[in-house]
């Protein structure tokens, strides 16, 4: 099915290991679609054969025949843990109103603890909304280390001509804020927004003419809890604001860095309606009194 074709309602799909070599060529299909991408994916057929049967983990989600959405992460160690990097979470556009993400994340999960695993860890584009949604929200992995430009330029349709900021999410599989999040339960509009008003302002916007937010300022966060705001649908942004991605880019690099520097971490996420409009915002934390502070951010 060609990327864009609309598929109708499905009404389940199939989610299991890939096996066979032609459904490892389907992922880089997968890959082309959901970024714009050209040429081969990120991972050739016969490394993602080669992760599959020596720890890693090549998962697939079908619609009948097709491969709609795959997640791809391999073992990892920094010294001290052991975990699973997922390096690649795509779901074809056509798919993308299904919450197949959030199944296959489920399913990783799955999957990893069978390896005796505790731990996922993966980055993500902090100006994206969505990642963050899914990512934080959801899922409630936390993120613990801000990477300017982390993967250098890229010639997607997603990444082209940005700087590749990242953040670099932990996600602990039995934390019980996980288990919660995973049933579906998370903090009502009603705490968000309550939330929201007593928070400190780490970056501070205002509406463009476009209609657009734009940052203005960014302040270190002092005293309790903090927010710090992205743009609800950075790609209107690309599009109708186009002198405000860099703006975006470099004032949330700087509030991130300015937080975790004097060891604020990241709690949450979640979009806000505020006077009828919606408002995307990380919800920080700071760490308890004495202690160090929080994950720097690391040089790009």
Do not use: C
Not at 282 to 300: D, H, I, Q, T, V
């Amino acid at each position: 099915m060609a990327a864009g074709t609309s598929p109708g309602r499905v009404e389940g799909f199939r989610l299991r290991r890939l096996e066979k070599p032609e459904e490892f060529r389907q992922v880089e299909e997968v890959y082309r679609a959901a970024f714009g991408a050209e040429g081969s994916g990120p991972v050739p057929p016969a490394l993602q054969r080669a992760l599959q049967d020596n720890g890693g983990l090549v998962l697939g989600a079908f619609a009948d025949i097709y491969l709609a959405g795959v997640a791809i992460s391999l073992i990892g160690w920094d010294g001290t843990t052991l975990y699973h990097y997922s390096h690649v979470t795509a779901v074809r556009p056509e798919y993308q109103s299904h919450h197949l993400g959030f199944r296959l994340k489920q399913f990783q999960r799955e999957e990893v603890q069978k390896l005796g695993l505790n731990e996922v860890r993966w980055t993500f584009d902090p100006l994206l909304s969505r990642n963050a949604m899914l990512s934080v929200r959801k899922l409630g992995s936390r993120p613990a280390r801000y990477l300017p430009h982390y993967y250098g330029q890229l010639d997607d349709a997603a990444n082209r001509g940005l700087e590749t900021d990242r953040l670099r999410t932990v996600w602990t599989l039995d934390r019980p804020t996980v288990e919660e999040r995973l049933a579906g339960r998370t903090p009502t509009p009603e705490q968000d927004l309550a939330r929201y008003e007593r928070s400190f302002e780490i970056v501070t916007t205002e509406a463009a003419e476009s209609g657009l937010r734009v940052p203005t300022a960014v302040a270190e966060p002092t005293g309790g809890s903090a927010r710090l705001e992205i743009p609800f649908d950075f790609g209107a942004v690309r599009q109708h604001q186009p002198d405000a991605v860099r703006r975006w880019r470099h004032a949330v690099r700087d509030a991130f860095r300015a937080a975790f520097d004097v060891g604020y971490a990241v709690d949450d996420f979640a979009v806000v309606p505020v006077e009828h409009e919606r408002r995307s915002v990380y919800f920080l934390e700071p760490g308890p009194k004495g202690s160090p502070p929080g994950p720097a951010a690391e040089n790009g």
